[in-house]
């Protein structure tokens, strides 16, 4: 690939992306990846938008990313022609916060996250919005399966997380109760996730226009699913389930009032999962509740590589997920997609977004 380049969709800043030939060639460490598809999510929105923190424009944004290896470097261990998934987060595995197993590797400023690495720094794909993606030497890469299109193999990352955040952190046990705030794609992954695992029983909530996600939600399993907005979802709870829930996981978009939701529905005891950004708005509540509950309250960002090892496996095993991307566009849209995945272009059926090549 010495001497090529890549079309990239360049955001130049927020809301405004550019067409962009980027060279492929002059690094000698890492590999190279041939990007198949790359899924969209919320915190792409909040990079599209100018919300993110901490972001230096401009960037190539996707951290959802499938492809093939298309140079295999000396660190990369698959040969060419793999198909695999990146994690978004890359590791040094030396930092203070890798030392503590955090998702957040302080070795690459202002993020060591594909999709969040502005590209001035060399070689400058840094994104799944692209033909290409670097493959750094930190990279963790999964290989899998060929026997589903590339635009569903994107799933994979939200299964990851939501193994992650509903199974792994809480410590589930067989036959425990979790309730998922939020149906969007990481939530209803929290649902598959947690039912593999062996729930007893699991909730979901949602607003007014998830309705679609709500109705797949029940085809996925939930025990209960709750438009929030037309309904008493304390009592619905009480109803079916008998009890309050022994998990509560918080996957809502921007919304401060789902923390006070969790801490007020989960039982005395119980675990708390707070696995989404509140928009950097103040929030204001009295931390005895946490107290008088007794309560584990535990902060979630990305999956750990376990959660993508159970995800592969579950892509490869579950026809449902087939189901959970809905919207597709080329690369040449990708600024449709962005607003696909915010909800601009209307809620009805929207599952998750990819962009594919």
Same mark, same amino acid.
């Given at each position: 690939?010495?001497?090529?380049?890549?079309?990239?969709?360049?955001?130049?800043?927020?809301?405004?992306?550019?067409?962009?030939?980027?060279?492929?060639?002059?690094?000698?460490?890492?590999?190279?990846?041939?990007?198949?598809?790359?899924?969209?999510?919320?915190?792409?929105?909040?990079?599209?938008?100018?919300?993110?923190?901490?972001?230096?424009?401009?960037?190539?944004?996707?951290?959802?990313?499938?492809?093939?290896?298309?140079?295999?470097?000396?660190?990369?261990?698959?040969?060419?022609?793999?198909?695999?998934?990146?994690?978004?987060?890359?590791?040094?595995?030396?930092?203070?916060?890798?030392?503590?197993?955090?998702?957040?590797?302080?070795?690459?400023?202002?993020?060591?996250?594909?999709?969040?690495?502005?590209?001035?720094?060399?070689?400058?794909?840094?994104?799944?919005?692209?033909?290409?993606?670097?493959?750094?030497?930190?990279?963790?890469?999964?290989?899998?399966?060929?026997?589903?299109?590339?635009?569903?193999?994107?799933?994979?990352?939200?299964?990851?997380?939501?193994?992650?955040?509903?199974?792994?952190?809480?410590?589930?046990?067989?036959?425990?109760?979790?309730?998922?705030?939020?149906?969007?794609?990481?939530? !209803?992954?929290?649902?598959?996730? =947690?039912?593999? *695992?062996? %729930? @007893?029983?699991? $909730?979901?909530?949602? #607003?007014?226009?998830? +309705?679609?996600?709500?109705?797949?939600?029940?085809?996925?399993?939930?025990?209960?699913?709750?438009?929030?907005?037309?309904?008493?979802?304390?009592?619905?709870?009480?109803?079916?389930?008998?009890?309050?829930?022994?998990?509560?996981?918080?996957?809502?978009?921007?919304?401060?009032?789902?923390?006070?939701?969790?801490?007020?529905?989960?039982?005395?005891?119980?675990?708390?999962?707070?696995?989404?950004?509140?928009?950097?708005?103040?929030?204001?509540?009295?931390?005895?509740?946490?107290?008088?509950?007794?309560?584990?309250?535990?902060?979630?960002?990305?999956?750990?590589?376990?959660?993508?090892?159970?995800?592969?496996?579950?892509?490869?095993?579950?026809?449902?997920?087939?189901?959970?991307?809905?919207?597709?566009?080329? !690369?040449?849209?990708?600024?449709? =997609?962005?607003? *696909?995945? %915010? @909800?601009?272009? $209307?809620?009805?059926? #929207?599952?998750?977004? +990819?962009?594919?090549?």
């Amino acid at each position: 690939m010495q001497g090529t380049t890549a079309r990239a969709m360049m955001l130049v800043e927020p809301r405004h992306f550019s067409m962009t030939k980027v060279p492929t060639g002059g690094v000698d460490d890492g590999g190279w990846l041939a990007v198949e598809a790359t899924g969209i999510s919320g915190s792409d929105v909040q990079v599209w938008k100018g919300e993110a923190r901490d972001i230096v424009y401009p960037l190539v944004p996707g951290h959802e990313v499938v492809g093939r290896i298309a140079i295999q470097g000396p660190s990369v261990p698959y040969p060419v022609g793999t198909r695999v998934i990146v994690e978004p987060r890359i590791r040094c595995g030396a930092c203070h916060r890798c030392r503590q197993n955090l998702a957040t590797c302080v070795s690459r400023r202002p993020s060591n996250s594909y999709g969040m690495i502005p590209s001035i720094e060399p070689p400058g794909l840094w994104g799944g919005l692209a033909e290409y993606l670097y493959l750094d030497p930190n990279a963790n890469l999964h290989p899998v399966t060929d026997d589903v299109p590339a635009e569903v193999a994107t799933f994979v990352h939200p299964l990851a997380s939501g193994h992650t955040w509903s199974v792994e952190l809480p410590a589930l046990k067989a036959g425990e109760s979790v309730l998922i705030l939020g149906p969007g794609p990481r939530g !209803l992954a929290c649902l598959i996730a =947690a039912k593999a *695992a062996g %729930a @007893g029983w699991v $909730g979901i909530t949602g #607003l007014a226009h998830d +309705a679609d996600r709500l109705d797949l939600a029940r085809r996925l399993g939930a025990d209960l699913a709750v438009d929030m907005q037309h309904g008493d979802v304390a009592a619905e709870i009480a109803d079916d389930l008998g009890r309050r829930p022994d998990v509560v996981v918080d996957v809502t978009s921007d919304d401060p009032e789902a923390v006070f939701t969790a801490l007020d529905l989960v039982r005395s005891g119980g675990r708390v999962i707070l696995a989404s950004r509140k928009g950097n708005r103040a929030l204001h509540f009295l931390s005895d509740v946490i107290v008088a509950k007794q309560l584990t309250l535990r902060g979630a960002m990305g999956a750990s590589s376990i959660g993508y090892q159970w995800a592969t496996n579950q892509l490869e095993t579950d026809p449902r997920i087939d189901d959970l991307v809905s919207h597709q566009f080329p !690369l040449t849209e990708s600024a449709r =997609a962005l607003q *696909a995945a %915010a @909800g601009l272009l $209307g809620r009805e059926e #929207l599952m998750s977004v +990819a962009v594919t090549f």
